[in-house]
C-alpha cells in the first residue's frame, strides 16, 4: 500500500467521522442529504459482496466493516433517531435520488470487466458512488447556510478520491499491467463534481468567512 492510497483511505474514515460526531455530539443531521446517505448505503452494500467470502488481509476487512456499518447506521438515526429526525430537511431534500441507480445499473451491465453477478455490482457501485454527491450538493445550493463540521464532512468526501486518483497514478507508473478504466473514469467523474464545491470551500477558508454556496 503506497501513502496516498493510505492518505485516501483515511480521508475517508475521517469524513465519517466528522459526521457521525456531529450527528452523536449534536444531535443534528441539519444540512447532511438522506438521499445521499441512502445511496451510499446501497454502494457499500453492492461492493462489499466478498465481505465474507473473500479475505485481502485484516485491514481490508475492518475497513469494509467500518464503511458498511457506518453507513447504514447514519440512515437509521436520520430516519429513526427520536432527536436526530427532526433536525432532517425532509423539504430541502427533495432530489430523486432513484433515478441515478437504473442509469448505473444499465452502465454496469455493459460495462464491467466481467459478467457475472458480483463484477456488475461493482461495477453499478462504482457508478453509482461517483453521482451519489449530487442530492447532497444540491441541498447545500439550496439551504446555502453550511455549518463547520457538514463543510469539512463533504470537503473530505471530496478529498477522498482525489487521493485516490494520486494513487492511481503512483501504482500506474510503478506496477505492470495496472489498468482499470471503470475505477478510473468514475473516480474523476467523481472528483470533477466536486470542483465548485472545492472553489468556494478555499475561498471561505482563505476570506475567513462562512462557507455559502450560490443558489
Avoid at 456531529?22 to 438522506?34: D, E, M, P, W, Y
Avoid at 437509521?76 to 430523486?96: C, E, G, L
Avoid at 482499470?180 to 470551500?201: E, K, N, P, R
Wanted: glycine share 2%; net charge positive.
Amino acid at each position: 500500500m503506497n501513502i496516498f492510497r493510505l492518505a485516501g483511505d483515511m480521508t475517508h474514515l475521517f469524513s465519517v467521522l466528522v459526521l457521525l460526531l456531529k450527528i452523536h455530539t449534536i444531535k443534528s443531521c441539519a444540512g447532511i442529504s438522506l438521499k445521499t446517505q441512502e445511496l451510499y448505503a446501497i454502494v457499500f452494500a453492492t461492493r462489499y459482496l466478498d465481505i465474507f467470502t473473500s479475505y485481502i488481509s485484516l485491514y481490508n476487512t475492518i475497513m469494509k466493516l467500518i464503511f458498511l456499518g457506518s453507513s447504514f447506521s447514519i440512515v437509521w438515526y436520520m430516519r429513526h433517531h427520536k432527536i436526530v429526525r427532526r433536525s432532517y430537511d425532509k423539504a430541502q431534500d427533495t432530489f430523486r435520488h432513484y433515478i441515478l441507480m437504473l442509469p448505473c445499473l444499465i452502465l454496469a451491465l455493459l460495462m464491467n470487466e466481467k459478467f457475472t453477478f458480483r463484477e456488475v455490482m461493482w461495477a453499478f457501485s462504482l457508478y453509482l458512488e461517483a453521482v451519489a454527491i449530487l442530492p447532497q450538493l444540491v441541498l447545500l445550493q439550496r439551504t446555502r447556510n453550511i455549518d463547520n463540521l457538514t463543510g469539512q464532512y463533504v470537503f473530505l468526501l471530496g478529498a477522498y478520491r482525489a487521493l485516490y486518483i494520486l494513487n492511481w497514478i503512483y501504482r500506474y507508473f510503478t506496477e505492470e499491467q495496472f489498468v482499470h478504466w471503470i475505477t478510473w473514469i468514475s473516480g474523476l467523474v467523481q472528483t470533477l463534481l466536486y470542483a465548485d464545491f472545492f472553489y468556494y470551500y478555499f475561498q471561505s477558508w482563505k476570506n475567513n468567512v462562512k462557507l455559502q454556496l450560490p443558489a
